[in-house]
């Protein structure tokens, strides 16, 4: 015990400060149909050198502009190759499920059925696998934090055009070479010439509808307010309307459960003290994020007193006469009922400026 304190924080705390520089390297899972036999199921690559030299040229395109990213180049690009009849994606969804991405793309000319089966796909991960992937997919109104519904139409680059379902690849690299501290708006897409332009009014119409769109500013084009497609808010946060504060919060979730498999789960007796513990723990990692500039100071963890007051009581203890450090330090058996309190850093998109003269 004496030995697993310090050991424990130090983890959390040393996982906390690779976060900044992990999210601006992040991963990204495409989907392909190629006629290359050979080039059939997945394939690692980590730069523009892997990738495979039979498939089609349009592929490899497609392929390329992933690797493009924003501030950084995405770490890797897990490419799953299907045969260029397939008409379903099971095969490389099954597969990418055994392995840790950010951001998934699907083919370039993926239809809406098909589409709408990689959101079914994403959300069902997210919910009942506790994999928290995210999806870019072209005229998608998903209404789902986890997918980006890109939507800008007519992308000139040289002499080529290109289509939403066509550059979800570059779109998907960018949010995974932006790091936590920053949002993917306005970001500059510096082979892009033109795009389909929008009046200002139908682009925030359309940021409102959850699109994610491009714009031209008179000289560059830029990426417009950076979205997911979440619209309704009824039983979600508003927050996650943004697609920094998804990516933040899924970081932070992952990176949680995956220290407390390996650090906490099956080597500490549950005592109260061994609660403590991990609340402990569980904070300095929170603090090295506040320390990072990725959460807002404040950050709380506790022991969450009315759900163990309610196991104990579902476990047929007498708790009415309980006070609350009683309950605090009560035998849960196997069970620990925490609770947090953190508030995610946004990035500046508005900016007001009035000036006098």
């Known amino acids: ?20 520089r992990r999210s601006g390297q ?9 006629a290359a036999e050979t080039a059939k199921g997945l394939h690692i690559l980590k730069s523009v050198g892997d990738i495979p030299a039979v ?30 009849a397939a008409n379903n994606y099971t095969d490389a969804l099954t597969e990418l499920a055994k392995h840790f991405f950010d951001w998934l793309v699907a083919p370039p000319d993926v239809t809406a059925p098909l589409a709408g089966a990689v959101k079914t796909w994403i959300r069902t991960q997210r919910d009942d696998h506790d994999a928290l992937y995210k999806a870019v997919l072209p005229e998608l109104a998903a ?8 939507v800008t139409d007519d992308i000139i680059v040289g002499e080529e055009t290109y289509s939403p379902g066509e550059y979800c690849s570059r779109i998907a690299g960018m949010l995974a070479g932006t790091p936590l501290r920053q949002s993917a708006t306005y970001a500059i897409l510096p082979e892009v010439s033109d795009i389909k332009r929008l009046a200002k ?14 714009f031209h500013d008179g000289v560059k084009v830029k990426v417009g307010r950076a979205v997911t497609s979440l619209t309704t808010t009824t039983s979600k946060s508003a927050q996650l309307k943004k ?17 407390m498999q390996d650090n906490y789960i099956g080597k500490f007796a549950n005592s109260y003290d061994n609660k403590c513990l991990l609340i402990t723990a569980i904070l300095d990692y929170f603090k090295e994020l ?9 950050s709380a963890v506790a022991v969450d007193v009315d759900e163990q007051r309610t196991y104990l009581r579902n476990r047929g ?10 309950v605090k330090e009560a035998n849960t058996d196997e069970k620990v009922f925490l609770m947090a309190n953190i508030r995610i850093l946004d990035a500046i998109e508005d900016i007001a400026l009035p000036i006098s003269f």
Do not use: C, H, W
């Open 243 to 259: 697609i920094k504060i998804t990516e933040a919060l899924d970081l932070i979730k992952n990176d949680l459960r995956i220290l």
């Open 201 to 214: 009014d139908a682009m925030d119409t359309a940021v409102d509808a959850g699109k994610l769109l491009l």
């Open 1 to 20: 015990m004496m030995g697993g304190m310090p050991n424990i924080n130090i983890t959390f705390k040393t996982q906390a400060a690779t976060v900044s």
């Open 26 to 34: 992040g991963t990204v899972a495409i989907i392909l149909q190629d």
């Open 290 to 298: 506040e320390r990072e500039g990725i959460l807002q100071t404040g």
């Open 317 to 326: 203890d007498d708790v009415s006469s309980l006070t609350d450090k009683q």
């Open 55 to 84: 498939l089609g040229t349009e592929n490899k395109e497609y392929i390329r502009r992933a690797f493009i990213g924003n501030v950084n180049r995405p770490s890797k690009v897990l490419l799953y190759v299907l045969a260029a």
């Open 143 to 150: 209404d789902d934090e986890a997918i980006v519904n890109f």
